[in-house]
């Protein structure tokens, strides 16, 4: 029987994904189901975690047999006082107290983008809530990383991140969205300094067709087509590609991957 080097690289790994319930984490998490990796999936809402797993055993009911075989930890990252201590709690029990050491992990986690007013319509509540999950809860989750026993500490190892576009051509009100898109490059290329060996990446996706942006109507799809060089908007089975490049190449590392149908340069 053939070795497949490949398509088995990721077979038996642990990968916690943060944000896995929908969207672009949750085309991520089937992907590694696909490859056989042991997930441990983590959201803010229970209800949430427990219909991902019904989900996942329903498209893949040869690899996921029961609830045992996907790992689920809620975790409110907007909780900024306690979120040091939740994120040790979740990387302990994720790692089983580190008998189990993480391989990868993987940050798709956001929450509601409430820019409509631009800077006039700004105030500091709504620059700490976005920062809040998109940059403070990756910064903590890296401090975990540096100093606890809890994950594989090798150039195999991988944290990526999700940021955007938004940096390189921020449109009319973003200029809040274009901070924390800028900081989180510059957090991955200092953390990939800091926790070297381990890699750190970020995943820069353009407009992605997920449940949220199916809300948005017929003409803001068309809109967002017609923005595109390629007149198409992306599927999260198209951006989880990105994710899975990212952790298996062993030699990647401080880097950004833009995946945005070529919107930079229409």
């Known amino acids: 029987m053939a070795s497949f080097k490949y398509i088995n690289k990721l077979q038996g790994k642990r990968v916690v994904i943060f944000g896995g319930t929908s969207g ?3 085309a991520v998490a089937e992907a590694l189901v696909e490859h056989r990796a042991q997930l441990i999936i983590s959201s803010s809402n ?3 975690l427990t219909r991902t797993v019904q989900r996942l055993r329903t498209s893949y009911p040869d690899i996921v047999k029961d609830d045992s075989d996907i790992i689920t930890i809620p975790c409110d990252l907007s909780q900024t006082d306690v979120l040091e201590g939740n994120l040790r709690d979740l990387f302990r029990t994720a790692s089983e107290n ?9 940050f798709t986690a956001g929450n509601p983008m409430n820019v409509a007013g631009g800077i006039t319509g700004t105030d500091i509540d709504i620059v700490n809530s976005l920062m809040a999950v998109r940059v403070f809860a990756p910064t903590m ?7 606890s026993d809890y994950v594989n500490k090798s150039a195999a190892t991988s944290f990526t991140m999700t940021s955007g576009t938004a940096h390189f051509r921020p449109r009319k009100t973003w200029s809040i969205v274009a901070m924390f898109s800028g900081a989180l490059q510059g957090l ?10 381990i890699r ?5 996706p353009g407009f992605v067709q997920t449940e949220l942006a ?4 017929v003409e803001a799809l068309d809109q967002a087509k017609d923005a595109t060089l390629t007149k198409k908007i992306a599927q999260p089975e198209d951006i989880a590609e990105a994710y899975l490049y ?7 590392d401080g880097t950004a991957i833009t995946s945005d149908n070529g919107k930079l340069l229409s």
Do not use: C, F, Q, W
């Open 46 to 48: 229970r209800e949430k």
């Open 214 to 217: 199916s809300r948005l109507g």
């Open 188 to 197: 991955v290329s200092g953390l990939a300094v800091d926790l070297a060996p």
């Open 200 to 204: 750190v990446n970020v995943v820069n």
């Open 246 to 252: 990212l952790i298996k190449d062993a030699s990647v």
């Open 24 to 26: 672009m984490g949750y």
């Open 141 to 147: 989750i890296a401090k975990v990383i540096a100093t």
């Open 98 to 106: 580190g008998t189990k050491k993480i391989d990868h992990i993987v």
